[in-house]
């Protein structure tokens, strides 16, 4: 399929935008986190997981939203030239659908791990106080109500963008955890089960979002 390179300018574009509101504040860019993870730590490498999960959780739901709402209005007026029920536009709706559902699968799982190595009953992350997921809820209030379907869409776009960082995040940081910390023979032991999920979970999760993103949303016909 053609890239669309309206959208990915819009994508390009997110990136600057990132890229300024970053300038002058603490980031940690492989935890995608705007608090500090000791990756030393497994607890703390598993907080960033989860950190990014819900993080990741928030953005495709806003931007599943807001892409549902462009279908919905431009279904009513057809405007933008786009053909009603445009197929690939509702197999992107339903393809974001399967990914929050991943990702939230995957968030369930580190958030059960995490409290079997913590023996705790609830979920006791060390960063109580998350700025990450502070700055997560803000975003939210930034995003005025959209007027048109064209703004629809390009809000979809930025969340999308951001949903990608955390899903990168989780890549690294997963892989990260099961290079560095599954060679300790009493966590694969005691955990073996619930490890082996979260490493099936989040396998091709990465891959999916690419494929999504590359070969359905950026190849979107919004003539």
Known sequence: MRINREIEKM???EQHVFDKEIENIFYQKETNTFEYYELDSYLELLEACVTNAYACEFYLEHSYKYLREFLKINNSLLILGATKDEPQLLVCIEMMKSLVLKIKDLKTKIITYHILLNNTIN?????????TLNITLYYN????????????FEYSIKSLFRAELCFEALDYLID???INYQENLKLQIDNYEITK???????????DFLDFKFNY???????
Do not use: G, R
């Open 123 to 131: 979920y006791q992350p060390s960063h109580s106080l998350n700025e």
């Open 11 to 13: 994508f390009i574009d």
């Open 197 to 207: 999920e979260i490493e099936n979970v989040s396998l091709n999760l990465l891959d």
């Open 217 to 223: 949303i950026m190849s979107l016909n919004l003539e």
């Open 141 to 152: 209030n930034k995003i005025k109500n959209p007027k048109t379907p064209q703004i629809m």
């Open 176 to 178: 990260y955890y099961f």
